[in-house]
């Protein structure tokens, strides 16, 4: 359906895990790890959380319900066992009251849920996605705009106009190169250069200067959230987590009291993200070469990722970028930006009884390790397919891709089945000589023998 398309790139923009702009500081220049330190965090209730995820208005612009149904038919699978009218919407939307009015919004679980051997997954990152047709997706708003929405009625029109300003705003600047990665930090680039940081009220022109690149990340494991210190690839998101966690309401926002009501509710779900425990691996594990590889782990591993177990601890590390040596071009990218992290750190978001800051860095976090077997592809970028490749570098491939509609699962390289290319093809291919695509660094493990890089992914799939 064209307005299927449409509707899932507004799902895309409700990414939660919004990435920021960061700087270099003179302190992270260092040659060794460095501690990020705890913040206090709020508390609240997961049951309420949970619900508030699956049939909250923290988007409070889009589709009026009976369009959506008209055009998309019903939901077939009705993952998250909603009730009346969700239940008759994908996942991935809620359907709220919006000026007396049933309205189908996009939520979190566009990018923080992930279908896998027929279930559901929340809280695992979409590597689906395909931010590499929005350009095509905006053509379709556009041409939504001047036909199918001459057919709303007054209220139809207040319903939907917020998110469809912002979307055909934002979404010709935010295509990737490939599909499977996502827009993240573009997205918070785009979304904050159009807001005044004291009102959150929208701004016809953008008010800072839109940097040219549109870097790739991949969307992390919402249940390692619970160990970490600090939001995102380069751990610089630091304070209240809950701010950065409603981020995407700043899509549809109209004011500091709207993002106040809808932020009561984050301490909520910060609680149910918490409470997220990682999928167990489904499939059969050689315990003995398990516990061989429990020891490799231990030697060579523990030290940025933490240990499991009975007795676990997570070190909350950041790699500076001359030891971890991956694709420098997120950080990099961001840090020539200075401005962004102004916007942030004077915005409303920074202020209150817990307020949210961003911290400058030059490197990556050494993420926690739950859950490693289902979140391929690996590397902040998505850019290594399997546990195999990451851990053994020579095997990398420079060009390859992977079947979006029917992926099977690698169980013994541990990944998702990917075919090896000979050269660059279209966007269904990843590219790992573009800029910001490099699947360079971690080289960590590539000094194992075979016997004992395959013990250690044994291991890794017990975690």
Not at 58 to 80: A, E, Q, V, W
Not at 252 to 266: I, Y
Not at 350 to 370: C, I, N, R, T
């Amino acid at each position: 359906m064209v307005y299927k398309k449409w509707l899932y790139l507004l799902g895309i923009i409700a990414f939660i895990g919004l990435s920021f702009i960061s700087v270099t500081t003179t302190s992270e220049l260092n040659e060794k790890p460095i501690f990020i330190p705890s913040s206090p965090q709020r508390t609240g209730d997961a049951t309420k959380g949970y619900q508030y995820l699956i049939t909250g208005d923290y988007l409070k612009s889009g589709l009026p319900f009976r369009y959506f149904k008209i055009l998309n038919g019903k939901d077939k699978h009705n993952y998250l066992q909603r009730a009346g009218k969700n239940a008759l919407v994908p996942h991935g939307f809620n359907v709220v009251k919006s000026n007396g009015i049933d309205i189908v919004v996009p939520t979190c679980l566009q990018c923080h849920a992930q279908e896998m051997n027929d279930s559901l997954v929340v809280g695992l990152g979409n590597s689906f996605l395909d931010f590499s047709k929005i350009a095509r997706g905006n053509n379709l708003i556009k041409n939504l705009a001047s036909g199918f929405m001459q057919t709303f009625t007054p209220t139809d029109y207040l319903a939907t106009k917020d998110i469809m300003r912002s979307m055909t705003t934002i979404a010709p600047l935010m295509e990737t190169e490939v599909r499977g990665v996502n827009a993240a930090d573009r997205l918070a680039t785009l979304l904050v250069a159009h807001r005044d940081p004291q009102t959150l009220e929208w701004q016809k022109t953008a008010l800072l200067t839109i940097p040219d690149e549109v870097i790739p990340t991949d969307v992390p494991a919402w249940w390692l959230l619970k160990k970490k210190n600090a939001m995102f690839y380069n751990g610089f998101g630091r304070g209240d987590f809950g701010k950065f966690l409603m981020l995407s309401n700043i899509l549809t926002v109209k004011d500091t009291a709207e993002a106040r009501e809808v932020f009561s509710h984050f301490g909520d779900v910060l609680a149910y993200i918490k409470s997220i425990q990682p999928p167990k691996y489904p499939y059969s594990i050689d315990q003995e070469i398990a516990t061989k590889g429990k020891h490799v782990f231990i030697t060579n591993c523990s030290k940025c990722h933490g240990t499991y177990g009975a007795e676990s601890s997570y070190p909350n590390l950041l790699i500076p970028e001359s030891i971890i040596q991956t694709d420098s071009m997120l950080f990099i990218s961001n840090h020539q930006n200075p401005q962004f992290i102004e916007w942030f750190n004077k915005s409303w978001f920074a202020k209150g009884e817990l307020p949210a800051k961003l911290v400058p860095s030059k490197g990556y976090v050494a993420p926690p390790l739950d859950g490693i077997w289902a979140t391929a592809p690996y590397l902040h970028n998505g850019s290594v397919p399997t546990l195999e490749a990451l851990l053994n570098s020579e095997t990398r491939p420079t060009y390859w891709k992977r079947n979006f509609q029917h992926p099977t699962y690698n169980t013994q390289n541990v990944g998702w089945d990917f075919e090896s290319l000979k050269e660059p093809e279209s966007k269904k291919a990843y590219n790992t000589t573009l800029k910001g695509y490099s699947n360079m660094g971690h080289y960590f493990a590539d000094h194992l023998t075979t016997d004992e890089r395959k013990a250690l992914i044994e291991y890794l799939k017990t975690l």
